[in-house]
């Protein structure tokens, strides 16, 4: 476990179990009710976990917004900052938080399985990718 | 409208440029062979419209909004084009089905002065594995100086 990203592992956590889950939709092996909400907090919890991985590598964990700049976004920031680094992870980071704006907010669609399992997937590839190119920010 | 023209000013750079160089070539040889003359044209013509027609027939893209903010980031357009038919091929080439790509200008209500040109390659595959890979490939092919332009892979 990385040190004070133990969180970002419990939210990973949820959403690979949530995952293997729908994986396994055809044996069976549910272990809660998969109903929207589920499927919609996994995706939110996915993000967040890549979030605070990245929020991490970028130096970011204390970022306070600049006084007298009322609307400025830490998650904007992290992305850009990860970009301007190079890091081809900002990507995926940057879809992620959409996909996570559309699961906590847009609620008159309807999250499919391969949504969820998909943005799982994505959240894993960024953590892998910065625990890799990153590992003395992770000890 | 804006974007056909520029499409259009696309393919006529690449076949002028084909020309150009078959022209160039020609004047080097002392014997004219005509086959040997139509053959890199019709292939220049048929690869470059045939990729910029495919682009087109796929592409949903709010023109007036991405074009005025790639002229203040100074994003050439041509090479933006450029990019999406490479992206395309790369998808092709390992047989994912391509089934829409998405332009957009993104702005963000709780962040006022942050935007970003947002592509969404929609792909009809199951195989996440593969398509996070060329996720990447693509994320890496992208102008280094292209700082707000994000591009996205998602399984329909």
């Known amino acids: 476990m990385s040190r004070g990203l133990n969180i970002a592992d419990d939210f990973l956590l949820f959403a690979i179990e949530i995952k293997d889950q729908l994986e396994a939709r055809q044996t069976g092996k549910y272990k809660v009710t998969l109903t929207q909400g589920v499927l919609r907090t996994c995706i939110s919890r ?6 605070l991985y990245a929020r991490r590598v970028t130096n970011l964990e204390r970022y306070r917004r600049p006084i007298g700049i009322k609307r400025v976004s830490i998650h904007n920031t992290v992305i850009d900052r990860l970009k301007e680094m190079g890091i081809p992870v900002a990507d ?6 959409k996909a996570r704006g559309k699961a906590d907010y847009n609620i008159y669609s309807t999250i499919t399985p391969n949504k969820v399992i998909w943005a799982v997937k994505v959240a894993q590839q960024i953590i892998d990718f910065l625990k890799r190119a990153f590992p003395n920010k992770f000890q | 409208m804006m974007q056909s023209i520029h499409l259009l000013e ?45 682009l087109y027939s796929i592409l949903k893209i709010d ?94």
Do not use: C
């Not at chain 2, 022209?23 to 045939?50: M, V, W």
């Not at chain 2, 490479?86 to 047989?95: F, G, I, K, V």
């Open chain 2, 10 to 54: 696309n393919t006529y750079d690449l076949i002028s440029r084909s020309i150009n160089s078959t022209l160039t070539d020609l004047s080097n040889k002392s014997l004219i062979n005509l086959q040997q003359l139509l053959n890199p044209l019709e292939t220049a013509i048929n690869k470059y419209s045939l990729k910029l027609l495919k």
């Open chain 1, 46 to 51: 996915a993000y967040y976990a890549a979030f």
């Open chain 1, 92 to 97: 995926m980071l940057y879809n992620l938080k």
């Open chain 2, 63 to 156: 023109v007036k909004k991405v074009v005025t903010y790639m002229a203040q980031k100074q994003i050439d357009l041509k090479a933006f084009f450029n990019y999406l038919i490479d992206a395309l091929e790369l998808l092709e080439s390992r047989n994912i089905q391509v089934e829409s790509v998405h332009v957009n200008l993104a702005e963000d209500e709780e962040d006022v002065n942050w935007k970003a040109i947002d592509i969404t390659i929609k792909v009809k595959s199951e195989d996440y594995d593969t398509l996070i890979s060329l996720w990447t490939e693509l994320a890496k092919m992208k102008p280094k100086a292209w700082k707000s332009v994000y591009i996205g892979v998602e399984p329909l």
